[in-house]
């Protein structure tokens, strides 16, 4: 999205250059160094800020419950092992909760970007190929 966003020359000169300054840098660079690598090569700032603000900042990730976590030692053979077991919510709750997220974040995404409905035209299958 960047790429379209930004165009390719553009973009691809904004990694070289972030590229070439991190990689003799003994910090390591977080997504503010890329950011901040990337905008002065945008033709308009303004715009860049708000699509990196909302495609990179704004973006909410799911959470994920786990429960019963159970660790268990399985030293039977001398290695001192673990197993380890978890349960994540009931897979047909979770089903229904990651499709409801997905269709609220596919709405909110028309709403709100501008080039998301060409994309959208474009990539009809965003989710499950050949189905959704």
Known sequence: MLLNHMGRDACLAGVKRFIEHYSTDPDHPVLQDFVASMRPFASDPAAFDEFVHAWFFDVVLPEYRLTDA???????????????????????????????RTVVEDRSLHEHFDGYADYARQVPHRLVPGLW
């Not at 197993?83 to 909760?97: D, E, I, K, Q, W």
Request: aromatic share 10%; no cysteine; proline share 3%.
């Open 70 to 100: 159970t660790a268990v030692s399985a030293d039977a053979a001398g290695d001192a092992s673990w197993r380890v077991t978890v349960s994540l919510l009931p897979g047909a709750v979770f089903a229904l909760l990651l499709l409801w």
